[in-house]
């Protein structure tokens, strides 16, 4: 989960540094696989989410159990 959110934050290309009205955009903001990219990322990112609030939920149960 770190990992994929680490991806989010340094995303591939950079960002625009000139001023305007992109500043702060990714550059490659168009390009197709930047979109897959920023698709995957969050899909993983959902998945290593779900799977630790599962892991959680299952370590609480079994702690219930007498």
């Known amino acids: 989960m770190t990992v994929t ?6 995303l591939p290309g950079g960002l625009e540094n000139d ?3 992109n500043k702060g955009m ?3 903001i168009k390009k197709a696989a930047f979109r897959a ?3 995957s990322d969050v899909l993983a990112f959902t998945c290593s ?4 609030c599962i892991y959680f939920t299952m370590a609480d149960s079994d702690a219930d159990v007498d």
């Open 37 to 39: 990219f920023i698709i």
């Open 5 to 10: 959110f680490a991806a989010g934050f340094t």
């Open 26 to 28: 990714a550059i490659l």
């Open 49 to 52: 989410a779900a799977t630790i």
């Open 19 to 21: 001023n305007g009205p």
